[in-house]
């Protein structure tokens, strides 16, 4: 597959103002920073980098940003972004550059492969752990982590220190952070139980003892 190419103009107007007639126009302002150089404000094409970024490989890529009617051209992630909280759309774009051999901290999502063999016997899965921090080359960022957990019995988790990790790339995340666990049905209704309101457990023995005491200081004064 060939770089993931995105036009970027140079931004030179500035400020709440000029941000919301660009938005108006079809474009997103943009800051490309890092990489030991200054910021530079450009602006994009919204519609376009919308589908891109909507696709499997938008998030955790690494683009090839193209300076309008010049030749420079620079490569660099998507670092951050800002959505409005009403229409969902991007307002506001951050890229980091990223150079040739550079090491980048990402989060990848965590995907399950396989049927576990306690969950066949009757238990169930849960899945907490739905991603994994790690830092790895930039030109090496896994798309998704694959966890087999068809050996999997009742009782039995996968940790991220269990998970094998591609080459060159470091786990960030505590290696005791569990991302799956096989539980039995009785342990869940146990979980259940304990994760009960104790204020709604305690409120009737609370209004039993008024009660009680109620009552007794009507028979002391009768």
Avoid: W
Avoid at 1 to 26: D, N, P, T, W
Avoid at 34 to 61: D, I, S, Y
Avoid at 102 to 127: I, M
Avoid at 212 to 222: F, M
């Amino acid at each position: 597959m060939g770089e993931l190419v995105i036009e970027v103009e140079r931004r030179e107007r500035f400020g709440k103002g000029a941000s919301r007639k660009l938005r108006a126009q079809g474009l997103i302002p943009a800051v490309v920073y890092g990489g030991g150089k200054e910021p530079v404000p450009v602006v994009v094409n919204r519609k376009f980098v919308t589908e891109l970024l909507h696709q499997e490989k938008g998030k955790n890529t690494i683009f090839l940003l193209r300076m309008k009617g010049t030749k420079q051209e620079r490569h660099a992630m998507l670092k951050d972004f800002q959505v409005d909280p009403i229409t969902q759309q991007y307002i506001h774009l951050d890229f980091i550059r990223v150079m040739k051999g550079q090491h980048v901290r990402v989060e990848v999502p965590v995907e399950l492969t396989g049927e576990s063999v306690g969950v066949k016997a009757g238990g169930f899965l849960d899945f907490t752990g739905r991603s994994l921090h790690i830092e790895c080359p930039a030109d090496a960022i896994p798309e998704k982590i694959v966890v087999d957990i068809s050996g999997l019995h009742i009782g039995q988790h996968v940790t991220a220190a269990d998970v094998s990790l591609p080459a060159g790339a470091k786990l960030l995340d505590d290696p005791h952070k569990v991302l799956v666990t096989i539980e039995g049905r009785a342990a869940a209704a146990e979980e259940e139980l304990a994760a009960a309101p104790a204020g709604e457990e305690m409120a009737e023995p609370e209004v039993i003892r008024r009660g009680k005491a109620e009552a007794e200081e009507g028979e002391e004064e009768s």
